[in-house]
């Protein structure tokens, strides 16, 4: 069966620190990747998605990042954090073909 | 182009009583609709989907929603509420052929013991 995986599930960074935020999934092969962000009130966020390895759209311009170095892993990056990209960060990947997502855990960024 | 429209962002039932979370929506093509359920702190889960089927799609935990295309709407229902059926619901709509999920805003059920 298939298994997402995203790390760390909460994290305190500070104002200007780099940020890595990693998910892989198992059982799969090519799957369609997104990050989302949420913030109270205001729903799912679409960040980023990948159809494919090195292929990767960016809904909204920010200070944010994502790269896919391998067909199942998905990194969302920031060289400089600022205080709102605080919030709850998700992970999530769909068959190719299906738009049927399925969600890590999430990882709480604060960033102080 | 695609949205979705959640009625309510908070909703209180009590315990035993018919649980109803609206969802309306507007996609440009025929549409694929989804709800999910989210715990504090996790991930989200999806409850059910319709993909052009029967327009009465049942779901896990007693949870069912009925396509009305003529309304545009895809409302969440359940006969009776549980005190762990409070969470977070989403409903997100695609279109066919898209890569991305379009979610509303949300809606928090209370059940009241």
């Known amino acids: 069966s298939q298994t997402i995986h995203q790390w760390p599930a909460t994290l305190v960074q500070p104002v200007g620190s780099p940020l890595s935020l990693e998910c892989t999934v198992e059982?799969?092969?090519?799957?369609?990747l997104y990050w989302y962000r949420q913030a109270a009130g205001r729903g799912l966020q679409l960040l980023f998605y990948?159809?494919?390895?090195?292929?990767i759209s960016s809904e909204v311009p920010q200070n944010l990042s994502a790269s896919r170095p391998q067909d199942r892993q998905f990194i969302l990056s920031s060289k400089k954090l600022l205080l709102s990209d605080s919030g709850f960060y998700l992970c999530a990947w769909t068959p190719t073909g299906n738009t049927e997502a399925f969600f890590g855990q999430g990882t709480r960024l604060t960033v102080v | 182009a695609q949205s979705v429209t959640q009625l309510g962002s908070h909703v209180s039932v009590s315990e035993g009583a018919l649980v109803l979370l609206r969802c309306n929506y507007s996609?440009?093509?025929?549409?694929?609709l989804f709800w999910y359920v989210q715990y504090p702190n996790q991930g989200l889960q999806l409850l059910l989907k319709y993909t052009s089927a029967a327009t009465l799609v049942k779901g896990i935990n007693g949870f069912e929603a009925e396509f009305k295309k003529s309304e545009t709407s895809f409302h969440l229902t359940k006969p009776s509420a549980h005190m762990s059926d409070a969470a977070e619901y989403f409903c997100a709509v695609s279109g066919a052929g898209s890569y991305q999920l379009t979610f509303g805003k949300g809606t928090k059920l209370s059940v009241i013991p």
């Open positions: 990948s159809v494919g390895i090195g292929q």
């Open positions: 059982g799969t092969s090519n799957p369609n």
């Open positions: 996609s440009s093509v025929p549409p694929y």
